[in-house]
């Protein structure tokens, strides 16, 4: 029977929110553009990289992750992942993100999969949009009951930062909340565990 730990990405293994942030880092880096004070939603930024080639999304992807992931990882949560790994658990990142920059993180620290946001393609050029429904709320219980179907579990935990993600911290058996500085009344009104992070650690 499997072990499983799974992992929200933003603002739970890096220290903020990575989807708006590497479209703006995208066409900034690449045309020189400042996205950053247009008021658009999630998805209409992202329909400003449509016509981008793939070779090129995935180029600053790696870029955006070494740049700008890599040295916002939170410590604490990094060895969360390790510990569990040591312990027989496989390892899934469950996010809104965008898995073309995941999945360097996944690579790196030897994650076992990844659910989040894909990029629509047609012959090798970005159409705008993701290939799925926003990996969000109830969107990632969906995914992962698809994804675990019919799979024998014998303990599963899920760590995100969010109370979005309370239906995917509930999926688990147990489920651990990150906070920042303070801890929050609705984790433990959720018979939720919480770790409160300063700029310290724990």
């Known amino acids: 029977m499997r072990k499983i730990a799974l992992f929200d990405f933003c603002d739970t293994i890096v220290n903020f929110q990575t989807a708006d942030n590497y479209v703006i880092y995208y066409a900034e880096m690449r045309y020189g553009e400042n996205l950053r004070n247009k008021n658009y939603d999630k998805f209409q930024l992202l329909n400003c990289l449509k016509g981008e080639k793939k070779s090129d999304i995935e180029f600053f992807a790696e870029r955006y992750y070494l740049e700008m992931i890599k040295p916002g990882l939170q410590t604490v949560v990094i060895d969360f992942i390790k510990k569990y790994q040591d312990t027989g658990y496989e390892i899934y990142i469950v996010s809104a993100g965008y898995s073309v920059y995941i999945d360097f993180f996944a690579k790196e620290f030897k994650v076992n999969g990844i659910i989040a946001n894909d990029f629509l393609y047609q012959d090798e050029i970005f159409l705008g949009t993701i290939s799925n429904r926003d990996c969000i709320s109830e969107e990632k219980v969906q995914r992962l009951n698809e994804f675990f179907d019919k799979c024998e579990i014998e303990d599963s935990v899920s760590f995100s930062d969010s109370i979005s ?18 801890s929050r009344e609705w984790i433990k009104k959720n018979g939720l565990e919480e ?3 300063s700029n310290y650690g724990i």
């Open 165 to 182: 993600d309370l239906p995917f911290l509930k999926w688990s058996n147990r489920g651990i909340v990150i906070s920042k500085f303070r």
């Open 195 to 197: 770790i409160v992070l």
